[in-house]
């Protein structure tokens, strides 16, 4: 058994790993998130490498048309991660030098990062306090001429409301990018994520639900966005390497434009199949043991635990705590009592606006974004949790709160 100790990433212990592996010496220690893998994800790998077609090809094809379907979009361009989904996105919007794209600071860093890679200025909009998203009233705030694009995230898998976001960026004349990484299968009026979305980014990061080890996907109903994004992610190239391949007459490829090497392999697509079709048993899952922590929460003191926003569902990729500012010895003390007692937890997310890589960022201030970043943090959540190990996180809390 291997322990990414940095990452709390572990190989797969669910009930189709294989028996007789090594005790493993960090049995004691929850994590805060393990993969869901297994013999299935393993025996699809195994396929793609023995079929001899490892680069972007026919399993990567297969996995965009599952993704589609699932998302409910009309397009989906798997590329190598979310990160190089949100610049394509950019790119096809046109966004670049001189612009200004209104993000959340409350995002993992590739959010604002990805504005940069364009070329244009990440704009910092502040959050609502009880499920970390941008709202049209933080948008609003801060939105100047020179904004040409909304990039919102679903954060952590809440969903965001993007019906009234959709619908205010309109009346502004403004493009809504979506930032999906954690949201696949969070839900929006009954729909899935990603369901009517100009374009909308995904990540197949571990940390994530659906995991390629490495991966991303682009989601469109545009079917020349869509085209375009297939070039962009492969050099440029007018005709795609398996479409040269496929041609029995040799097909001279020629270069459109500037393009970028963001490509997903037949590996990890073979992975992302095996994992698409475990979606629902994994938020099932997530969601259960959710309710149960909402459960063992409810009479702790200090502390109000993330839940489903009126407008939709969670899938429950991160179970976080919002504390309240007088919660005995603050945030990290409390990170460094569940690590005594053998519990990962991690800091809530981040506020790029905070780091040294945005300290000359425009905006004004983020009150709602620096409260929750400073004082919330996620709790271990994975599928191969017990009640026993639930209720050691819980019993520590407990103890931390004082209740
Ligand atoms: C993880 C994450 C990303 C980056 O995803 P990668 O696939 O690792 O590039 C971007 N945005 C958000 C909100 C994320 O959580």
Redesign the pocket.
Known sequence: MSTDHATGHTTDRGSDSPAGRPADPTADRIPVMIPWLGEEEARAASDAVLSGWVAQGPRVAAFERAFAERTGAEHAVAVS????A?HLSLVVLGIGPGDEVVVPSL??I??ANAVRYAGAEPVFADVDLATGNLTTATVDAVRTPRTKAVLA?H?GGVPADVHALRAACADWGLPLVE?A??AIGSTVGGKPVGHGALLAAW???P??LVTTG???MITTDDAEWAARLRRLREHGMNASAAQRHASDRPLLESYLEVGFNYRMTDIQAAVGLVQLGRLDTMIARRRELAARYDEALRDVPGLTPVRDPGHGQSNFQSYWVLLDEDFPGGRDALLGALADAGVSARRGIMAAHLEPAYADHPGGPLPVTERISRDSLILPLFHTMTEIQQDRVVAALREQAGG
């Open positions: 991660s979310c990160t190089t949100l995002s993992f590739a959010t995230v954060q930032d990484a954690c990540s197949f990061h940390r994530k490495e991966g991303g």
